[in-house]
């Protein structure tokens, strides 16, 4: 008796094993349900089934309002692609319910549900202000209203540049255009639900040739590798002339440019300057923005760089003043430009001030336009006393030539940063 209980409970055990492996862990299940929960003009989405093998049919559905639009309805497959076009399946704006039903030996149905929202109007864009022309190499603004809250961003190239807001659905947003671009600049605007706005900017791209220069080393090995060992130390000693100078010009120059793109990404939401910017007084040009320089030795190309702002020499250890209002955001030694300050004027915008003999000023210093900041000098890479002068937005190298010119600042930058009736 003993044994037959025993063997009994046994058999009853299988089964019931048996029937929680069925009806439990080999039940079929549903992935990436969360795809349905945001549905936008069109959306494609792919549900992966799991234990698929163990379904019979499988039916996809949209309800709204107690109406219901049919996705699929079919045999399983481990991956189902499906297109949803909420407009024209005839659902409207609001929400909605998506039921995903697994049929398993014939009767039994397994459910699953997701509150969806469908919302299919992307946002709506005006631009109240564009710049009729930018220049490769140049600086722009614009200023628009969005109908809702979106994700705001210009597209310069593969270059972003944010938004801020001004006023109640009013942004406006300070870009750059890179030397070399060549395109349109496109406004995007994406809202939380995933509709896609986007705009090309009617600014007329007018392209700017920059100077090219050839610049021989041969012969002036003695100078420049003491400028070489002072920011290379004991390296300088370990390589050839030639490796070491691109080291400094190739490497060195990168990670600086580097952590300057970094430094312009992080800029103040708040309006520091006003007017135009000043250029080093009674100063005289050496170099001016967007020259390439190729550097040969023995006539043959060793090396070569873009130079990114103007160098401006007056007398020697000439007081530096800050171009116009803004706060210190870095004051210390930075390779090639040797002692470095960067102001951040706000909004993205930043001025650069390289080869200093010394700071009169520190990071996080409130400084005003016309300030001395420091002196000029020969630090980092520099043979001759002077300062290297660069405009930056969000990162991004400018022609600082636009930000010394009251009358282009007037018509090209003002009308975006402030309402009409404020200039």
């Known amino acids: 008796m003993r044994k037959k209980l025993l063997g009994f409970l046994g058999t009853l055990g299988l089964i019931a094993g048996g029937g929680f492996y069925l009806f439990v862990l080999s039940k079929p299940r549903v992935d990436n349900l969360e795809a349905f929960r945001n549905l936008t003009k069109k959306k494609e989405i792919t549900l992966r089934l799991e234990n698929f093998e163990k379904t019979e049919r499988v039916v996809v559905k949209i309800l709204q309002n107690g109406k219901g639009v ?100 009013v942004y406006v947003s300070l870009f750059a255009v890179p030397i070399n671009f060549r395109g349109s600049i496109v406004l995007e605007a994406k809202d939380r639900i995933g509709n896609v706005t986007r705009i090309e900017l009617p600014s007329v791209l007018k392209t700017r040739r920059y100077p090219r220069y050839r610049i021989e080393l041969k012969g002036k090995e003695k100078k420049v590798r003491i400028k070489l060992a002072n920011l290379l130390g004991e390296e300088a000693n370990e390589l050839s002339f030639i490796d070491a100078f691109k080291k400094v010009n190739e490497e060195i120059r990168r990670e600086n440019e580097e952590f300057i793109a970094e430094v312009g990404k992080k800029s103040e939401e708040k309006l520091y300057w006003k007017g135009k910017f000043l250029q080093l007084r009674n100063s005289k040009v050496v170099s001016v923005f967007g020259e390439k320089r190729i550097y040969t030795y023995e006539g043959e190309k060793i090396s070569e760089s873009y130079h990114w702002g103007y160098d401006l020499a007056s007398v020697r250890n000439a007081p530096v003043q800050a171009a116009n209002s803004g706060k210190v955001v870095y004051a210390g030694f930075l390779g090639i430009y040797g002692n470095t300050v960067i102001i951040d004027h706000g909004y993205g915008l930043m001025s650069l001030y390289g080869h200093l003999a010394e700071f009169k000023v520190k990071k996080g210093d409130v400084v005003k336009k016309g300030q001395i900041i420091g002196y000029t000098d020969t630090t980092g890479l520099a043979f001759g006393d002077h300062l290297h002068y660069g405009m930056i937005v969000h990162g991004v190298p400018v022609n600082p030539i636009e930000w010394w010119d009251k009358w282009w600042i007037k018509h090209n930058i003002l009308p975006a940063l402030q309402p009409s009736g404020t200039r």
């Open 70 to 169: 049919l996705l699929y309805d079919g045999p399983p497959v481990r991956e189902l692609k499906l297109e949803i076009r909420p407009k024209k399946m005839g659902l409207k704006e609001g929400e909605a319910q998506t039921v995903v039903e697994l049929t398993r030996f014939f009767f039994i149905k397994d459910t699953y549900t997701v509150k969806s929202y469908i919302d299919y109007t992307p946002p709506r864009v005006d631009i109240l202000f564009a710049p009729y022309a930018v220049i490769n190499g140049g600086s722009g603004a614009v200023r628009i209203t969005v109908s809702e809250k979106a994700d705001l961003s210009l597209k310069v190239g593969n270059i972003h540049f944010p938004f801020y807001k001004v006023g109640n659905n």
